[in-house]
């Protein structure tokens, strides 16, 4: 999708840049345009090949591979397939990643209330508000978990400070096996919330004021308004999310790599697929295991892209 | 909006290329003044002005190590060695990737623990002739640790320093409950028994820290009750071995009565900070704290060091050392052998001493180090080495190591017997050594 956009940013450049071209739009199609076309698409679609699909072949040979840095690889089997088959710590990092995904996608509907709230007409302080809910984006995520790290912290944590105060005993919230993870994907829909924001809000401005006003005039109330206006039309932008927030967390490492740290008793029910990636290839340095897992995570990515796909037919409304 | 990203992609090509040109300016300064130098005393055996990149990870030894790298540049006026520190949680993967595709440094830190794939690819240049040269008799180091670096008869790393284990305390704890301080005397019973006094859960104060610490932790006390990490034959587990869960329950025991903060308290906030923060009275850990603690006012005024108590074998703790090796695939050698050899030198080791960073690994350079740290009983450390254990690695270590904390987790919070816990961690360990 990046190198969509960035095509059409090039060759919105190249038209603006080159005075000819807005005549030659004009005059019949010559050998010419097609050379410009060629000349145009030739950097995105290089950089595709080098960067996502050469890559991808590589890694493809590397999961039927054997061997080690020094030594090179060499093509083997299906050894590494059935060993990352066969681990059991596979089907919980994917069950981890699914519940995480699940949870951070509930981000969306909190998105899209914040962002009805702050379209509301004559709000004041708009943009502090719109800046405050966008500062995570901008912030580093290593900088953020390290901050949540000590907001949970069980001995000496603002959270349980704060529940102190009500007379609720707090827990070691990251290094509990049963809060972990969502302690994680509360921090995960608090990172995500700002770039939901800016699309949500995009989509909300592009609802033309004559539809809302048709329907006031029809005798919609607010909660009419939202359920039967704003949000079918504002349904693609909401599919768009959910496709991203899925994809953005079935791909979380850094979260719970700074929060939870190596020795944590609730690594067990936290680890993400990524994070398995990660141990396997760069902890034990089995790169092939590593490649397998990172061939499984691109099949469950896709088939849950599918899936989304599929089932859009019956909520999404394109006007 | 289109020109901003130009605009700043130009500005920082200026800057970059201002850089470069100050760089070069540098470095031509540089190298004329190595040349006067080496026309003028014409000490140098080669006219080359080279450089050699050498990679560390720790930023805390940087001023020592650059320093230990002056003293080779003014024996060698010719060379001039580029520092670069990489940060420990990238640097394995560094040093393997770019090694092994060619853009490496020439010399490097390396463990005992790693060195195996760099062996097996014959990525290492073996180092005999320079340490020959150098005329270093190498019966002053610690002679466990030679062997973690020696393949087939050749030496592709002389330890640069070494670390052992000791009993930390807190002073100001134990003169408050009345005990007197850890000695030589002490035994497994004596740390249970005085963990139990100091422990004061109503004022969240713990007797001992307990977390799941393979080097400062049941790498020794396995050994203390007889067991192994890895069978003397290097062939098996050992973790399955009765006195090796013995060497572990010492531990999740401790866990279990409450002397210690539990192991969700520990990967909130790590036991060496809790420890600092004075709430914990005795912490198994490593001569490598030695410096952190002298720096810090709390722990330079409260903390001291004891002997290993017994265990119901000995008392032994693990040592474990680091090297410099060189890189077969070094455009120079020659020199970086010579290099990586004059940074594992007894001259190098006394510049690590006094610095009291580490424990530098030449015998009869260390007294600088127990000097440095005058207010604690370092000279333990030094005392240790005799009938220490060395730190157990195998062909792929990370393969097996990197489980230990996982398996043995329900050990720790009661989920499973250590036995139950450690047989896990056997059969695992068993899968990866029959992988090498």
Redesign the interface.
């Known amino acids: 999708m990046n190198n969509h956009l960035e095509t059409n940013a090039a060759m919105a450049?190249a038209r603006v840049s080159t005075p000819e071209a807005a005549q030659r739009n004009r005059r019949p199609r010559r050998l010419g345009d097609g050379l410009w076309v060629v000349a145009i698409m030739a950097l995105p679609v290089l950089g595709l090949i080098v960067f996502y699909l050469w890559p991808l072949v590589r890694t493809i040979i590397l999961s039927f591979s054997d061997g080690?840095?020094?030594?090179g690889y060499h093509l083997s089997g299906f050894e590494s397939w059935s060993k990352v088959l066969h681990d059991p710590t596979l089907f919980t990092s994917l069950r981890n990643t699914l519940v995480y995904a699940v949870i951070v996608l509930l981000g969306v509907p909190i998105a899209m209330l914040i962002a009805v709230l702050l379209h509301q007409k004559g709000l004041r302080f708009r943009g502090f508000y719109r800046v405050l809910y966008f500062l995570p984006v901008v912030t580093m995520p290593a900088a953020v978990a390290m901050v949540w790290?000590y907001i949970?912290?069980?001995?000496?944590?603002l959270l349980n400070t704060f529940l102190g105060w009500f007379g609720i005993e707090g827990r070691?919230w990251?290094?509990?096996p049963h809060t972990a993870l969502v302690a994680v994907a509360i921090v995960g829909i608090w990172t995500s919330l700002g770039t939901n924001l800016v699309i949500l809000a995009a989509g909300l401005e592009a609802i033309p004021a004559e539809v809302l006003e048709a329907a006031r005039l029809d005798g919609a109330g607010s909660g009419k308004l939202f359920t039967k206006v704003i949000a079918p039309l504002m349904s693609p932008s909401v599919f768009l999310l959910s496709i991203l927030s899925v994809i953005g967390s079935l791909q979380v490492f850094d979260l719970i790599f700074v929060m939870?740290?190596?020795?944590?008793?609730?690594?067990?029910n936290t680890r993400s697929i990524v994070y398995f990636f990660y141990?396997e290839a760069?902890?034990?340095?089995?790169r092939p295991a590593g490649a397998v897992i990172a061939l499984i995570t691109l099949i469950v990515t896709g088939i849950l892209t599918l899936i989304q796909f599929r089932l859009q037919k019956r909520w999404v409304h394109y006007a | 909006m289109t020109h901003r990203p130009k605009l700043v992609a130009l500005s920082l090509t200026a800057l970059l290329a201002l850089t470069a040109c100050s760089g070069n300016d540098n470095n031509a300064s540089n190298n004329d003044s190595t040349n006067n130098e080496t026309t003028s005393s014409e000490t140098a055996k080669s006219d080359e002005n080279i450089t050699l990149d050498f990679a560390i990870f720790s930023p805390d030894q940087e001023p020592t190590i650059q320093k230990v790298v002056d003293a080779f540049e003014a024996e060698h006026t010719n060379i001039d060695v580029s520092l670069r520190v990489i940060p420990w949680v990238d640097y394995w993967n560094t040093l393997k990737t770019t090694a092994s595709g060619g853009t490496g440094p020439d010399v490097a830190w390396m463990l005992g623990a790693q060195i195996a794939p760099y062996l097996e690819g014959k990525a290492l240049l073996p180092l005999d002739d320079a340490i020959k040269e150098a005329g270093i008799d190498t019966s002053g180091y610690p002679q466990m640790l030679l062997p973690l670096y020696q393949a087939d008869g050749a030496t592709y790393a002389l330890p640069k320093d070494f670390d052992t284990i000791g009993l930390w305390y807190n002073k100001d704890l134990f003169d408050k409950a009345g005990i007197a301080y850890p000695d030589a005397s002490w035994t497994w019973d004596t740390v249970a028994e005085n963990a139990a006094k100091l422990t004061d859960s109503s004022a969240n104060q713990y007797g001992i820290a307990a977390p799941i610490d393979a080097q400062a932790g049941y790498y020794n006390t396995i050994p203390q009750a007889g067991g192994f990490v890895i069978s003397p034959d290097g062939t098996k587990s050992g973790y399955d071995d009765p006195k090796s869960i013995e060497g572990i329950a010492f531990w999740t025991d401790l866990v279990a009565k409450g002397y210690s903060p539990s192991l969700q308290s520990f990967a909130d906030t790590e036991a060496v900070a809790q420890f600092m923060s004075g709430n914990i009275a005795m912490m198994y850990t490593g001569s490598y704290f030695a410096g952190r603690f002298a720096n810090d006012e709390y722990a330079s005024t409260h903390f001291d060091v004891a002997p290993m108590p017994k265990g119901p074998a000995s008392n032994a703790s693990v040592i474990n050392g680091m090297g410099n090796v060189a890189f077969a695939n070094s455009k120079h050698p020659k020199e970086a052998a010579e290099l990586a050899t004059f940074l594992s030198s007894p001259e190098a080791s006394t510049i690590q001493s006094e610095s009291g960073a580490v424990i530098g690994s030449y015998k009869g350079t260390q007294q600088a180090w127990v000097d440095a740290l005058p207010m604690f009983h370092a000279q333990v450390f030094l005392d240790a080495v005799d009938g220490a254990v060395v730190y157990p690695t195998s062909k792929n270590t990370d393969a097996w190591a990197s489980r230990e904390g996982e398996l043995l987790t329900p050990a720790w919070t009661g989920d499973q017997t250590p036995a139950e816990a450690a047989g896990k961690l056997a059969a695992a360990m068993n899968d990866a050594f029959a992988a090498e």
Not at chain 1, 68 to 71: A, E, Q
Not at chain 1, 152 to 157: K, M, P, Q, R, S
Not at chain 1, 282 to 286: E, G, K, L, M, W
């Open positions: 450049q080690s840095p020094f030594i790290r949970y912290n069980g001995d000496f944590g070691a990251v290094a509990d939870l740290g190596r020795t944590n008793p609730a690594l067990g141990e760069f902890v034990r340095s089995d």
